[in-house]
């Protein structure tokens, strides 16, 4: 049966980070201190409570639950007897997963109101275990259906009307037959569910409420606390002094828990080759893409084919150097906007408007939801930093719910673009539960960061095409390079490492912080290029990126970003059934297989056109950005 999360977080990972950067909300009244959440006017939160009005509700659920489980135990053994019986059992499993997923979805997100708040860390325990009940209760469906014949499981979708819904799933479950263990061992693995899956808890709980990060003195001398949602705020300062001391804190916080971090990180590794080696595949590569049905082929072509294009990304760190004028650049330097007299702020009213005319392409259905779910008091978004809460920003949500987002405004051009990127995994989020039965509202990561990748572009875009002035082109130019940098390039980058620390693993060789840091240190510097020089503590990247805990994920924004900048050109373009297209791929979920849904929104993963246009996207831009700066 179906066992990932539920819209599973899409957490927007930029190497910049879409992390609190500027203040401009009212309810700050002060720059160096994080409000507290009762501080925080209502219509600015997210409603939870639209999930369960009450604790007292939430727990009738989980003993409901509780009390269904044990229906699973006539099943085993009968589920060839006859297609009523196998609908039954499906059915059956998806209202109660559907109920599971409600409770976990919930209880992380009041606790991501506050990590702190010891309630709601053990209602996050309490929804973890019994989600791993819920896998355990059904962990012999997929052994069982595997030992029926193929043929009489396609037959009977075929002539049962009920279970024709369920095609596509039993063709994905029966193409995987030779990775399904027995009943005994996936009920034996899905009860370590909740020990193989604690690794990035823990580093999500050490991070965000153990590191401390001290403070520094701003650009005027005055002394202010660092948090996570401060540090990029800081590295883009115009001041050099104060981008460096804030990434040298940054840096010594994870520094002085470095051991315990590559641990932590060479465990998640270890546990990812169990699980690969247990379901019979050779790497950890094979076992992550073929969930999915995506050849290794895809992963392995992408990186080539960037690793063969370098130098436009080379030569963009030399006209970094340029304009900055220093002699050496430094990691600390990457990220201040090379513009310096010109800087706006949004509030966040202000971003609002901005992201829903430049979702006009997408036609006046689409932006009719679109402004439903952004509207201040919808319940969707939560805006703003406060003490305790969870760090940038993400999608969420239940079939049952409307989708939630996750923000920490602060008025950046980056809280802008987190405002379009989360809006569109919620609105893929969206029509899918409206479009789909609850087995396949799921989609694949695959194809999770498209819609979101595609909105961007058309914000980018739009702010592109409306500007006169010389200097906000540049630092649109600026912003545009940075992001396809964070968002292609970087992750990229990520995905090399993720491939040489995962065939170290393979391979039986020792790890350790100093290995880490050495692996990273060599795929940044042929990133980067000549011009960077990485100093002694910008190579802990490989044990502070908390997306390495979910293996092979995050080459997956590189394809989402690539085919959401193809689909965004194809839109603007007026290009015949292109907007149609797209919303068939946002209302398809789960229903096929990833690949095969992204050609119906017109993108081909396997061949490298998407990879190929954004890559000469880049190198074009960087050539304006040098034209402009030789204008003078």
């Known amino acids: 049966m179906k066992q990932s999360l539920i819209f599973s977080r899409c957490l927007t990972f930029l190497f910049v980070a879409l992390l609190t950067l500027a203040v401009v909300s009212p309810v700050y009244g002060q720059a160096d201190k994080v409000p507290l959440r009762s501080e925080i006017d209502d219509k600015y939160k997210w409603r939870v409570e639209d999930i369960y009005e009450t604790l007292d509700d939430w727990n009738a659920d989980f003993d409901a639950v509780m009390e269904n489980l044990p229906r699973f135990e006539q099943y085993p053994g009968h589920l060839g007897d006859s297609p009523e019986l196998l609908l039954e059992c499906l059915k059956l499993s ?7 997923d409600n409770l976990f979805v919930f209880a992380y997100l009041k606790l991501d109101e506050d990590n702190r708040a010891g309630q709601f860390q053990e209602l996050a325990g309490r929804a973890q275990d019994i989600r791993s009940r819920r896998y355990q209760a059904t962990a012999f469906v997929e052994p069982e259906l595997l030992s029926l014949d193929r043929n009489l499981l396609l037959g009977w979708v075929d002539s049962n009307p009920g279970l024709k819904e369920y095609g596509h799933y039993l063709d994905a479950v029966t193409r995987l037959k030779d990775h399904v ?14 020990v193989l899956n604690s690794f ?75 699980l690969a080696t247990a379901r019979g595949y050779n790497t950890c590569l094979e076992y992550s893409l073929d969930a999915n049905n995506i050849p290794t082929s895809v992963f392995h072509n992408i990186v080539e084919a960037t690793n063969q294009n370098l130098a436009p990304l080379h030569k963009w760190a030399s006209i970094q150097k340029r304009i900055l004028d220093v002699d050496t650049l430094y990691a600390w330097d ?22 829903l005319e430049a979702m ?29 809460k969870g760090g940038g920003a ?3 949500g239940t079939y049952s719910s409307h989708p939630y987002i996750l923000l920490n405004h602060t008025g950046t051009l980056d809280n802008v673009f987190a405002i379009a990127h989360e809006m569109g995994h919620a609105m893929h989020t969206y029509l899918t539960i409206h479009t789909q039965p609850y087995i396949y509202e799921d989609c694949s990561l695959f194809l999770a960061e498209v819609a ?43 995905s090399e490492f993720e491939l040489a620390v995962h065939e170290r693993i393979e391979s039986g060789q020792a790890v350790s912080a100093d290995y880490f840091r050495e692996t990273y240190r060599e795929i940044f510097e042929k990133y980067r290029g000549p011009d960077l020089v990485v100093d002694s503590l910008n190579d802990l990247g490989g044990i502070r990126i908390p997306h390495f805990y979910r293996q092979y994920y995050v080459y997956q924004y590189a394809v989402g970003y690539a085919a959401g900048q193809m689909l965004s050109q194809q839109i603007l373009d007026g290009e015949p059934g292109a907007v149609e297209r797209f919303m068939t791929f946002m209302k398809d979920g789960g229903s096929n297989y990833p690949i095969e849904t992204l050609k119906k929104a017109g993108v081909d993963a396997t061949r490298p056109e998407a ?14 950005m040098e034209r402009l700066l030789d204008e003078g």
């Open 94 to 100: 998806d209202s109660i997963g559907l109920v599971v």
């Open 200 to 274: 990035r808890r823990t580093f999500d709980r050490l991070e965000a409420t153990d590191l401390q990060f001290g403070s520094i003195l701003d650009e005027n001398g005055n002394e202010v606390d660092l948090s996570l949602g401060r540090i990029s705020r800081f590295l883009e300062s115009p001041d050099r002094r104060v981008r460096k001391d804030a990434r040298l804190a940054q840096n010594m916080a994870y520094y002085n828990v470095r051991n315990t971090l590559s641990a932590l990180f060479e465990s998640s590794l270890r546990k990812d080759y169990f």
């Open 611 to 624: 990879v190929e246009r954004t890559l000469k996207l880049f190198g074009e831009l960087v050539d304006e």
């Open 452 to 494: 979101s990748g595609c909105h961007e572009a058309l914000m980018m875009k739009y702010m592109l095409d409306r500007t006169t002035d010389k200097k906000e082109k540049m630092y649109l130019l600026n912003y545009y390079i940075q992001q396809i940098i964070g968002v292609f390039f970087t992750q990229l980058s990520f």
């Open 181 to 194: 263990l027995s009943a005994e061992e996936e009920a034996l693995l899905a009860q370590a569910s909740p």
């Open 334 to 355: 990457l990220y201040v906007p090379l513009v310096r007299d010109f800087d706006k702020e949004y509030s966040y009213e202000e971003a609002q408007a901005m992201v």
């Open 360 to 388: 006009k392409p997408l036609g006046e259905d689409y932006l009719e939801e679109f402004e439903k779910g952004l509207a201040l008091g919808s319940g969707w978004i939560d805006v703003y930093e406060t003490q305790g």
């Open 394 to 396: 993400y999608s969420w």
